[in-house]
Nanobody, 127 residues
Framework: QVQLAESGGGLVQAGGSLRLSCAAS??????????MGWFRQAPGKEREFVAS????????YYADSVKGRFTISRDNAENSVYLQVNSLKPEDTAVYSC??????????????????WGQGTQVTVSS
């Protein structure tokens, strides 16, 4: 069974920063075989793509709304993926979740394309 556990969320003022982490674990789960993504969901809104990273870390993609402010990275030795979020805005308030997609299936910005999900961590940005 695969488990993805996010951490690092919290309450921050506009302009502030956070570092979100996602730790992966599970029997027979090889982290380096998976492309990883971060998504977010605000109250009353659909889940939206934030960023993704290839299994080796060489390719990254970002939603236009976060380009230049957010940075995705991963450490395959630690079975972890990270999201550095800077210059936060109130509209960034959401539950942030990480997700895993088998690398053979390519990278995707679509939530339903991902195989495993974490429970999420709340990020709240006050104005």
């Amino acid at each position: 069974q695969v488990q993805l556990a996010e951490s690092g969320g919290g309450l921050v003022q506009a302009g502030g920063s956070l570092r979100l982490s996602c730790a992966a674990s599970g029997r027979s789960f090889t982290f380096s075989n998976y492309n990883m993504g971060w998504f977010r969901q605000a109250p009353g809104k659909e889940r939206e793509f934030v960023a993704s990273i290839s299994q080796s870390g060489t390719l990254t993609y970002y939603a236009d709304s976060v380009k230049g402010r957010f940075t995705i990275s991963r450490d395959n030795a630690e079975n972890s993926v990270y999201l550095q979020v800077n210059s936060l805005k109130p509209e960034d308030t959401a539950v942030y979740s990480c997700a895993a997609r088998l690398r053979a299936r390519g990278m995707s910005t679509i939530p339903r394309d991902y195989d495993y999900w974490g429970q999420g961590t709340q990020v709240t940005v006050s104005s």
